[in-house]
């Protein structure tokens, strides 16, 4: 099994996170999401906690396809993001 480091390295790592998140939404976009965008999107989906690593595989692959390149940096169109999550949930058995 991978090892995700230690305890103190997740709340490093998760902190960074935030940061990041928290410097995007200063940029001006309208339908475009940074990466970290992206994943809290994604994070925060109701279906979230169905996700296997196999789907995280095939959003990734589906993703990194259709991030583009700025002047600040990467991103997406939120569209993108919302049809490729809509794509890996219509693969599942109906929720219940």
Known sequence: ????????DRAASAQHL????DMSQKLELEEELTP???WSYISKHERFTE???TDFEL????LIA????????????LLEVQDAL???????????
């Open 86 to 96: 809509n794509r890996i949930f219509a693969m599942k058995a109906p929720k219940r």
């Open 18 to 21: 935030k940061i990041l998140l």
């Open 1 to 8: 099994m991978a090892s995700w480091g230690s305890e103190e």
């Open 51 to 53: 996700l296997t690593y």
């Open 66 to 77: 259709k991030t583009r390149c700025f002047g600040f940096g990467a991103a997406l169109e």
């Open 36 to 38: 970290i965008m992206a």
């Open 59 to 62: 959003l990734g692959e589906e």
